[in-house]
């Protein structure tokens, strides 16, 4: 009996050990599995981190480089050229992380303080939110979330209101300059056709108070009605004068590898018809034309190969199309429909633009000639509009299927052209006396004129460098003519 009783407190000692053993067991087990679990989520939140850190300051740097690239939206990031650039809607990072970089609007109130909503929007500051997101476990996300701002104030230290002219430059022939491109020392200027005389100038521009002619290209037969610049490449808008001549002459390529001898070559798109305006995003050429009964009116180049773009597709407008401007994944267009002054194209699918929005300027009928675009702000100009009706336009694009008014100024006639930058917008004009303007849009809800210049003729285009402004036109003893900013 003695020997069977302490057989069973034997038998209980070990089930006791053992339930003790697998305690102490299991609770190092949980201690070492919590232990690994918060090392995981440790390297996984640094991981995290050092992708919003870097998505940061991939935002600063194409804010540094240009801020009117940094429009609203949610962006992925693409290193590939070199240089941080804006690239899809996010990006992924093996089967982990999700990254998004988010640009908004700045909000302010009547006394410039940062606020959530209304007030109004601060032309030259963005907010960039980077989220990092991953799955820990199935039935744990995790996000991780930085802010910064974005500011563009340095060229508003131009004092437009005591500019003056500091240069003029008369160019071979007497047809009108119709368009300019400035790119560092450099500007591009192109005239309609001008009989023997070239259509294509290059000028040295590095002292503004002293600008030359360094090179020249001839068309012969074409007009240039637009120019846009990549790399050594500049794109023409060319018109056809012969009528009913099929040849490609809608876009005229001119290499200024080396500027004093641009080699000259010609792109087609289908149909016949006179290109209006060009503009480049990417690897992409935009390229705006008259009504045309074939085809559209919108057609988008391939730039694989920048000396010989090759069509990838068009959109029927049903107008003329005179201006375009594309700024990341978006198309302005300035048309000549009644009610529709400027129409918006997404086109990060280049090849199908998809229309994502429109204004109509009210009351008028005028139709549009240029549009910029700065952020989320529009700046629309249009021909001559009766009844006191505006000629310049701020647009708020943030939500582009309800485009909204900011501001407008009374150009009181034809405004040609539009380069829109931090304070101020320049424009080309037809008014009598006033050909050249300044516009201060340090107040967007109220622009206002701070100067103005008498050209002695129409004014077509005007590109800008620094506090410089270069206005082309149509006097034929000074188709150029700088205008400084002290």
């Known amino acids: 009996m003695k020997n069977r009783t302490r057989n069973c407190f034997a ?101 410039g303080n940062i606020i959530e909503a209304g007030g109004y929007i601060d032309l030259f ?5 980077v989220d990092v997101e991953w799955d820990f476990s199935p039935a744990r996300p995790n996000q991780i979330s930085l802010t910064t701002y974005l500011t563009h104030w340095e060229e508003s230290i131009c004092d437009w209101s005591g500019g003056s002219v500091t240069e003029t430059l008369n160019l071979s022939g007497s047809a009108d300059a119709t368009s300019i491109v400035v790119d560092g020392n450099y500007a591009y200027v192109g005239k309609k056709s001008n009989s023997s005389n070239p259509e294509f100038f290059v000028l040295n521009i590095a002292d503004p108070a002293n600008i030359s002619v360094v090179g020249t290209g001839q068309l012969n037969l074409y007009s240039i009605n637009g120019l846009t610049k990549k790399g050594n490449y500049l794109y023409a808008a060319t018109r056809d004068l012969i009528e009913g001549l099929d040849i490609a002459t809608e876009v005229t390529i001119f290499n200024v590898t080396n500027p004093a001898a641009p080699v000259r070559t010609f792109a087609s798109i289908p149909g016949v018809h ?22 559209g009116e919108f057609f988008v180049m391939n730039l694989a190969n920048p000396s010989n773009p090759t069509y990838l ?6 107008a003329h199309v005179y201006g375009i401007t594309v700024r990341g994944n978006r198309a302005f267009l300035a048309t000549a429909i009644s009610n529709r002054e400027l129409i918006v194209y997404d086109v990060s699918d280049p090849a199908n633009p998809v229309e994502i929005g429109f204004y109509d300027v009210p009351l008028a009928g005028a139709n549009g000639q240029s549009a910029d675009y700065t952020g989320s702000t529009i700046h629309l100009v249009t021909r001559d509009n009766a009844g006191g009706i505006p000629e310049y336009h701020l647009l708020n694009s943030a939500n582009p299927a309800a485009i909204t008014l900011i ?80």
């Open 274 to 295: 006179e290109a209006n305006a060009v503009a480049i995003a990417g690897n992409y050429l935009y390229v705006v034309t008259q009504s045309s009964s074939s085809y």
């Open 407 to 486: 501001g407008a100024y009374d150009v009181s006639s034809r405004t040609n052209w539009v380069d829109a930058s931090t304070g101020f917008s320049l424009l080309a004009t037809e008014k009598t006396n006033e050909e050249f303007m300044v516009i201060s849009t340090g107040n967007p809800s109220a622009p206002t004129k701070i100067f103005s210049q008498d050209l002695n003729g129409v004014a077509f285009s005007v590109g800008r460098k620094e506090c410089n402004a270069f206005v082309v036109g149509a006097n034929d003893s000074q188709e150029v003519t700088v205008v400084t900013a002290p």
């Open 11 to 111: 038998i209980v000692e070990v089930i006791v050990a053992m339930g003790l053993f697998a305690i102490v067991v299991s609770g190092g087990v949980g201690a070492a599995v919590k232990a690994f679990s918060v090392n995981r989520l440790g390297e996984e939140e640094s991981s995290a981190h050092f992708l919003a850190n870097e998505g940061i300051e991939a935002a600063r740097a194409i804010a540094a480089r240009n801020y009117y690239d940094v429009a609203n939206g949610s962006y992925g990031l693409d290193d590939a050229t070199g240089r941080w650039e804006f690239s899809g809607s996010s990006d992924i990072f093996g089967d982990k992380f999700t990254r998004t970089v988010i640009i908004s609007d700045v909000h302010r109130d009547g006394d």
């Open 313 to 318: 597709g068009d959109v029927e407008i049903g």
């Open 125 to 129: 500051t963005k907010r960039a939110t």
